[in-house]
């Protein structure tokens, strides 16, 4: 891991490497929705689009983790017209907080990996998203879906993501 957070993102955009990543992430992120999706009300409790974009950012740097972000909402919109066009930019932002928050908690702890770190990660993007999304959308409860539905993905976040990270560090 490079020393500075913000020194990381243009020479990782100039590698192969990061592009390979963030494709493999991606595609988790096309597959785990659809997954999801087999569950009744799967999409917004288990909140899948975001977990593969908390891992590539806190494992691999804040450029594969802005491209999985972005570029996993909108293939799965162009692959399955979902989400919703006009929660595209909610989603976008999302995980635009989520992919900074998981490699700037990363860095702070030398790579290093805990539950407490990473329910700090899913906060740190919840929220502000959240105070995003009730100002796109002037719906209180729309906002608050995630925290009044999506607990189980949150949790999901913070634990599967812990293990799969644990793994990975290693």
Wanted: net charge positive.
């Amino acid at each position: 891991m490079s020393t500075t957070l913000t020194g990381t993102l243009r020479p990782d955009l100039l590698k192969l490497r990061t592009y390979a990543l963030a494709g493999a992430f991606v595609a988790g992120n096309i597959a785990l929705p659809q997954l999801a999706h087999l569950v009744p009300g799967g999409g917004p409790m288990l909140l899948p689009i975001y977990f593969f974009t908390l891992i590539a950012a806190y494992r691999y740097g804040l450029a594969a983790g802005i491209l999985t972000g972005a570029l996993s909402p909108l293939v799965n919109y162009l692959l399955f017209a979902m989400p919703a066009a006009e929660m595209l930019p909610v989603l976008l932002a999302k995980s635009t907080l989520l992919a900074t928050a998981a490699a700037w908690m990363a860095h702070r702890l030398n790579g290093k990996v805990s539950l407490l770190a990473l329910l700090g990660v899913v906060l740190a993007y919840q929220l502000p998203g959240g105070l995003f999304e009730l100002l796109y959308t002037g719906s209180w409860s729309m906002a608050l879906q995630d925290f009044r539905v999506g607990l189980p993905g949150m949790a999901l976040q913070v634990v599967g993501g812990w293990l799969i990270l644990r793994k990975l560090m290693k």
